[in-house]
Every structure is written in structure tokens, then in C-alpha cells.
């Protein structure tokens, strides 16, 4: 909420922030499955898609299903190791996006370090996509004006 909050001051974007049902229940994890259906129901557009961690496992499903099929992607902290635990097709997916994609990693993220986030990358085909790299060891990304500016760069 923080960078969406942010990113209204400083684009003309119409932000739509998706609140997940797992939230509702700590210690529960994502259902891509659930999410997917309140997304496909939705009326809304999404020219630009800001995903985090878990969000951006859904969001390579919606596009890869062409559910939505944004103009730009911003991605901070994929779940690499999640997302492989899991079994979710993270790298196949992220393989059908063909929208310009800015990937946001801390470099000791520990749910994908960077050597597997790098190696995800690897093993992928992009035609678009930028990586930005920051020097912390968590999965907070709480550095909101340096990230709001990226990404409303990013946006154009």
C-alpha cells in the first residue's frame, strides 16, 4: 500500500491495489486458483501490473493464461524457492509474458537469493525485461521513495 500510495503522487496511473483472501488468515498460504477467478471476474483493466512476492507468481498465471495482458510488468522479490516448493510452472510462465518487465531483487532476498533468481532469469527467454538489483537481505523492500521513483520511471 505504502509504494501504491506513493506512485499516486507521482503518475496519472489508476492504481488498483487487490487485497488476497489468504491475508485473512494468517499462516495461509495463496490460491492461485481463487485469485485467478476474482481477477478474470473483475471489470478492471491492468495496463501496468506491480506485483511482490507471491503476487507475482498469480500475475505470470494471469498472463500466461491471457487473463489480463498488462503493457508493462513490475516484479519485486519472486519466490523462486516458493514457488518451487509449491510446484507451481513459475519459469514457464514467466516465459509467456511478452510485456516489458522490470524485475526488482534484493540481492539475499531469502525466498530467491541471487543466484536463483539469476538462474530463473537464465533459463528464460525475455524479450523486454530490466533487472534492478539492491543490496538487502530480507523480502521487506521498504526503501518506498527509491522503488516509487523506479518504477514511475519505469511507467513512463
Sequence with gaps: DKIADSLRTKTDVNLVV???QHWDVEGANIDLD???????SSSETFDYIFAKSAGTVLASKLIAEKIV???????????VKWAKKMSFPLQEWIQKVTSEI??????????????????????????????QYYPADDHVYSNVEELTDLVADFIG
Design 18 to 20: 487487490h487485497y488476497y
Design 34 to 40: 481463487i485469485e485467478s477467478k476474482k481477477i478474470a
Design 69 to 79: 495482458d498488462p503493457k508493462k510488468v513490475i516484479f519485486v522479490g519472486i519466490p
Design 102 to 131: 522490470l524485475f526488482i531483487h534484493n540481492v539475499g532476498d531469502p525466498v530467491a537469493d541471487k543466484s536463483s533468481f539469476e538462474a530463473l532469469l537464465r533459463n528464460t527467454t525475455l524479450p523486454k525485461h530490466l533487472v
